[in-house]
């Protein structure tokens, strides 16, 4: 899974140019007002799985077989689940995990995405061509088809489990940014360091990546929303995180049987965090791009 | 570029493409614990079964030249046997992959008839609440993982409101799959969801985009009313693209098969695949792993022509 949902990914369309005046860039994303409710619910969902374990402690490591599969009500707020965790700690508990690993895994998949996507769009010709039928051949083998190989392999922990995400998701990043890269390239500012004898590592590092810094935030917001809606995947599939831990994905797959059993509070909570978190990052994303994008300023 | 040079650079980007595939297949073969014997022999193998089949098979040659032999045999259509089901993968794959084909059409076709319409209606009443609502619900259903989804439609159309089964279809043919076309919707519209929302936006970015055109312009001062300029032009050149975005889409499509199949019960290719990474079932893995990337290939292939061809835009370069 990729971001897909962005309509700037159409073939033949160029990526928008780097924004100048990042003041502009703020009001602008500010006078949208999805992209702005997208994040007060990220500052949400942050200060409630962070801080809320503070303000409301519960065990979320002992089962408690007293207390199982109760209802919500005034001592469990959203209920408790098959071994008796309150499921509103446990939503905060899960949370952390989800929010760190899709945050880390969507930033691991930019950087290498952007760092290949320049070098190709740098190098040109043949080396380009190869780098990016390489791209091909990785977005030709569906994520969650690779996913669920690697969990009959392997159970990783919890960096691992970011490397795996983060090289999975990295070749839309590439192909955004080699794009940008091949648009910039030829400027005189580039090509004048170089014929004054700069490098070719200079011209990326000094030029194109600061140039492309707009195309690379805004592709890196959607690739964490991605990278979060696949961490919920990632329980479904085999490879979550082990017991007592969870994360959103790992409630919701285990609530999956007991939804049928009408305890919905062991469902719809974690779904609806997902949805809400992943919903916002593209919402910002969306304002982001929106808010530099130079065609549309005049 | 004619037309000729373009399509043959493109095959021939799209055979490297697949010959990348299966040296990455052909590595994993090689990296599972006991390497392709094991894969073969099956986990209760002796290690001395296991070198005498290396020894037989040539798999104590260097591995550049049992690439080669891997390669040769594929072109031969054999992608090893199965060792849970003791049946060739090629055959396994050939049973279910029509089904999984039926089941992504449809879903793919239900999700287009409604996307285009939504998206240009969104494009038409641009940040009006109409434009806003959409995108909101887009972004939801984008935002859904399929099986959540899956399970809120059981729970809802098949719990609490008995309309439909909560099991897909089942038996081999495709003639059983379409008999009974009611197990098919929970499954198509879970499948429908997130290709929906996907789809409208692009065709909402796409009439915007051509409803900015000098064209447009030019037709309006020329007297021709909003509705037929919507219909006759913008609607024609906003859909090319779209439907050229369907080659690209086909592996999200395959992603999301993989979960509608597990949740419904629906037997096909995912569903093997499913099973297979159960009881590490490498062959088959590896088997579906090659011909879901064909698949995309093939799909971004045609999309790439399609735009081609349809599109005089492209031919002289502009977009």
Known sequence: MSALIQPDQMPGKATAAAASGSRLAVRRFLRNRLAVVGLGVVVFFFL??????????????????????????????????AVGHDELGRLMYGGKVSLIVGLAAGIL????????GAAAGYAGGWIDAVMMRIVD?????????ILLVVSAITTPGLTGLIVILGV??????????????LTLKNRDYVLTLRAIGGTHARAIAR????????TIIVAATFQIADAILLVAYVSYLGLGVQPPATDWGGMLSAGLTAAYSGYWWLILPPGLAIILVVWAFNAIGDGLRDAFDVRGRG | MTTSTYLLRRALQAVAVIVIVTIVVFCLLHALPGGPARGILGPQATAQQIASFNHEQGLDKPLPVQYLYYLNRLLHGDL???YTLNEPVSQLITERLPKTLVLTALSAVVGLLLAVPLGMWQAVRRNRPVD?????????AYSTPVYFLGLILVLVFSQVLPWFPSQAPQGDTLAQVFADPQALVLPVVAGAASMIAVFSRYMRAATLENLSEDYVRTARAGGSRSRAILWRHVFRNSLTPVIAMLGYYVPVLF???????????YPGMGLLFWTAAQSSDYPVLLGCVLVIAIATVAGTLLADIVQRLVDPRVKAGRA
């Open chain 1, 168 to 181: 999975v998701s990295w070749l839309m990043p590439s192909r955004l940014i080699r794009a940008e890269t």
């Open chain 1, 109 to 116: 998949a930019t950087v290498i995405g952007t760092l290949w």
């Open chain 2, 255 to 265: 992603g999301g098969a993989l979960v509608v199949e597990q949740l419904f019960n």
């Open chain 1, 48 to 81: 409630f799985c962070f801080i809320g374990p503070l303000v409301y402690s519960t065990d979320q490591t002992h089962t408690m077989l007293e207390q199982v599969n109760l209802a919500p009500s005034g001592s469990h707020w959203l209920g408790t689940d």
């Open chain 1, 207 to 214: 030029h194109i990546l600061p140039n492309s810094v707009s």
């Open chain 2, 132 to 140: 806003y609502v959409i995108t909101t619900l887009s972004f939801i």
């Open chain 2, 80 to 82: 090893g046997t199965s």
């Open chain 1, 137 to 145: 051949a990785g977005i030709a083998i569906p994520a969650l088809f």
